[in-house]
């Protein structure tokens, strides 16, 4: 079974960071791009950040509202993928999903981690 | 705000076809395949259309997909009360160089 499973997620303080974690598995890891999602309480889906396969350049891109503190990292051997975000903000708080961004769109998705950013 | 734009609501009753819009620009919908997402309550968002009108193996023809400008639609026929949730649309932009999504329609089965 295909089957993306994230950990990590909590409460953190303001200007606080985190790191999450995405273990894969029933595919080959090491080819996979790999993206994050977060969606915010009641709102839409955002996504931050993807990197590609290693073999394909190991690219990483970053949307706007993260770029400078988020580092989105992998590790083939343990087909685990990284979430790093520093200096967070309130507006952080959300529930990250880890998908496979293969080229057909984000065809699986973890089933979240809720990361909550408050004093 | 959303890059993609969605209605926030839609409804229908039980067999009736419902269509959801989204709106983009000629960067984003305009110039690349446009996905669709369900998610149920509470739960993570589902792969449901693929490259503007391509049904993943497990889900109904019931669902379909079309894109024409800058604009997509999700149109769901024979609806019935397991359809309610939030759908999303999705594509990649140019300008942004990265994915967007629409804010989610929230399906509600009367």
């Known amino acids: 079974e295909v089957q993306l499973v994230e950990s990590g997620g909590g409460l953190v303080e303001p200007g606080g960071s985190l790191t999450l974690s995405c273990t894969a598995s029933?595919?080959?890891?090491?080819?996979?791009?790999m993206s994050w999602v977060r969606q915010a309480p009641g709102k839409g889906l955002e996504w931050v950040g993807r990197?590609?396969?290693?073999?394909?350049?190991?690219?990483?891109k970053y949307a706007a509202p993260v770029k400078g503190r988020m580092n989105i990292s992998r590790d083939d051997s343990n087909d685990t993928l990284y979430l790093h975000l520093n200096t967070m903000k309130p507006e952080d708080t959300a529930v990250y999903y880890c998908?496979?961004?293969?080229?057909?769109?984000?065809?699986?998705w973890g089933q979240g981690a809720t990361v909550t950013v408050s004093s | 705000q959303s890059v993609l734009t969605q209605s926030p609501s839609a409804s229908g009753t039980p067999g009736q076809r419902v269509t959801i819009f989204c709106s983009g620009s000629?960067?984003?919908?305009?110039?690349?395949?446009v996905y669709w997402y369900q998610q149920l309550p509470g739960t993570a968002p589902k792969y449901l259309i693929y490259r503007n009108n391509q049904r993943p193996s497990g889900v109904p023809d019931r669902f379909s997909g079309s894109r024409s400008g800058t604009s997509a639609s999700l149109a769901i026929s024979g609806l019935r009360s397991e359809d309610e949730a939030d759908y999303h649309c999705a594509t990649w932009d140019d300008t942004l160089g990265g994915w967007v999504f629409g804010g989610g329609t929230k399906l509600t089965v009367l």
């Open positions: 000629s960067s984003n919908i305009g110039s690349n395949n």
């Open positions: 998908t496979r961004d293969d080229g057909w769109g984000m065809d699986v």
């Open positions: 990197i590609e396969s290693i073999t394909d350049g190991g690219t990483i």
């Open positions: 029933g595919f080959t890891f090491t080819n996979a791009w």
